[in-house]
């Protein structure tokens, strides 16, 4: 097993600051996320040649590895034109990856709920012009349900995943997503939900967050009434409502050995701190 960190909340420091960072931390393995100089946000990577060796370089001399880039490109978007556009962002981020030396991808499912039909139908046609690429590179691909996807909760998704019908490509099971996995079940069962992916269950991201569902759907209260906006957070554990009890105890009956992803992003201010407490708690769950 791989425990990562998602270096988002030092995504300000200089590439080879946030490697030695990391390493400092404790860390042997960086997922790494978006940032503006190297792979921004629904944009095209900014990485070049020149960028990507200095990576490489900043991994050797820190003795870091990376478990996993985690691009987000709108690859499912029901508009012709916007997924075209995300798919040739998509080639690019895979040849960096594959430049990296990296042996595997994450990312989400995007699209748009209220348009879950079309989103699908575009998701599928991005597929039939990437897969062939990671089988090239060698390059496995991890997918999760996210909030505001057009597939948000559990079942499905490992559902979707499975059609995919690749064993390269497998599901990832993000904590401070659990209550809208669950969907509209007041509360989350974390257990069922994972051993429902069971052997597809190869990436975790750990934070936590609470339940918005709690308090008769009253834990937060948003306007206008009746908005379809979705909340969650990623916190340390234990500032949430996340059963870490529940959620460690079935990984280990499930002999869980992907990667364990520490992605906390509400502590800027204390990145470091929240980090190093993060993967002590991983270490003394899954490998102590």
Known sequence: ?????????????????????????????????????FMP????????DERVAALKRALRTHGVQLSS??????????????????????????EITADLECPLMNSEFNGRPERAAESEAAFWRSLEELLPLFEREGIALN???????????????????????????????????TFHLS?????????????????????VHIADSFNHKGSSGLRYIL????????IH?????????????????????LNFDGVATACVFAWEERARESSAFMLNRIRKELTG
């Open 69 to 94: 880039v985690l691009p987000l490109y709108k690859w499912s978007s029901p508009d012709e034109t916007e997924r075209q556009t995300a798919v040739r962002y998509w080639k690019r981020m895979i």
């Open 143 to 177: 997918l999760e349900a996210h909030p505001d996807d057009f597939c948000e909760e559990n079942t499905p998704a490992v559902d979707l995943v499975r059609a995919i019908n690749k064993p390269w490509v497998n599901y990832l099971y993000c904590a401070p997503h």
């Open 223 to 230: 306007n206008p009434p009746g908005t379809p906006a979705r």
């Open 41 to 48: 946000f629904f944009l095209h990577p900014r990485a070049d």
């Open 1 to 37: 097993m791989k425990i990562a960190l998602d270096p988002y909340m030092l995504r300000a420091l200089p590439l080879d600051e946030m490697v030695r960072t990391v390493a400092e931390l404790g860390y042997s393995h960086i997922e790494l996320s978006p940032r503006d100089d």
């Open 233 to 253: 957070q990623h916190l340390d554990i234990g500032q949430g409502e996340v059963d870490w009890d529940t959620f460690f105890g079935t990984l280990r009956e």
């Open 183 to 203: 969907g509209a079940e007041p509360t989350a069962d974390i257990a069922g939900m994972m051993r429902y992916a069971g052997d597809k269950l190869q990436h």
